[in-house]
T-cell receptor, first 118, second 114 residues
Framework: GAGVSQSPSNKVTEKGKDVELRCDPI?????LYWYRQSLGQGLEFLIY????????KSGLPSDRFSAERTGGSVSTLTIQRTQQEDSAVYLC????????????????FGPGTRLTVL | AQSVTQPDIHITVSEGASLELRCNYS??????LFWYVQSPGQGLQLLLK??????LVQGIKGFEAEFKRSQSSFNLRKPSVHWSDAAEYFC????????????FGTGTRLTIIP
């Protein structure tokens, strides 16, 4: 079946511009995660959605970063007034949440969006 | 707080040789453990996972890993590597309740020589 998809695959922007990154999770996966991968910081958690709610936003590095999820499906990560240190690969993952156990299963990752801020 | 250590930044092995990638974790209880592989320009692909039960888990592409509670380790092994195994390997841990986020190690880059 279809996996997690992300768009765009590459984004080059100028410092100070806003960018939006999109994630389409696997159908039926209620849990959705954003991570960032950069040379200096490795793989970092940004935010976790369960349905349309975000119970854990602890990884968002500043108030320039925000994310939303609508209809329990597509999610958008928005970075306002981009800075050069925002350059990284932004990875989205989704997983199935079991109502019976209250626990999510394995996270499946998309190919990522490579963001370059000039 | 949970953490993961992958002590080897870069490993080089000959094709056909055996492989072991090390992973140590820090967590207060029994965690969920994962190994992911990332090829250049690609996303993360799950190799295998440990949630509970048998401490030796089998994964895709001929990989296996063993959970050792006493050593807080979850090392990845393969008896005979192929050139296509060249990639970056990440060990990750998450809680088995509550906080769902994955905490990753810094990764081990595997190079295969003919």
């Amino acid at each position: 079946g279809a996996g997690v998809s992300q768009s765009p695959s590459n984004k080059v922007t100028e410092k100070g511009k806003d960018v939006e990154l999109r994630c389409d999770p696997i159908s039926g996966h209620t849990a959705l995660y954003w991570y960032r991968q950069s040379l200096g910081q490795g793989l970092e958690f940004l935010i976790y959605f369960q349905g349309n709610s975000a119970p854990d936003k602890s990884g968002l590095p500043s108030d320039r970063f925000s994310a939303e999820r609508t209809g329990g499906s597509v999610s958008t990560l928005t970075i306002q007034r981009t800075q050069q240190e925002d350059s990284a690969v932004y990875l989205c993952a989704s997983s199935f949440w079991s109502p019976a156990s209250g626990v999510t299963d394995t996270q499946y990752f998309g190919p990522g969006t490579r963001l370059t801020v000039l | 707080a949970q953490s993961v250590t992958q002590p080897d930044i870069h490993i080089t092995v000959s094709e056909g040789a055996s492989l072991e990638l090390r992973c140590n974790y820090s967590y207060g209880a029994t965690p969920y453990l994962f190994w992911y592989v990332q090829s250049p320009g690609q996303g993360l692909q799950l190799l295998l996972k440990y949630f509970s039960g048998d401490t030796l888990v089998q994964g895709i592409k001929g990989f296996e890993a063993e959970f050792k509670r006493s050593q807080s380790s979850f090392n990845l092994r393969k008896p005979s590597v192929h050139w296509s195994d060249a990639a970056e390997y990440f060990c990750a841990v998450r809680s088995n309740f509550g906080n769902e986020k994955l905490t990753f190690g810094t990764g081990t880059r595997l190079t295969i020589i003919p």
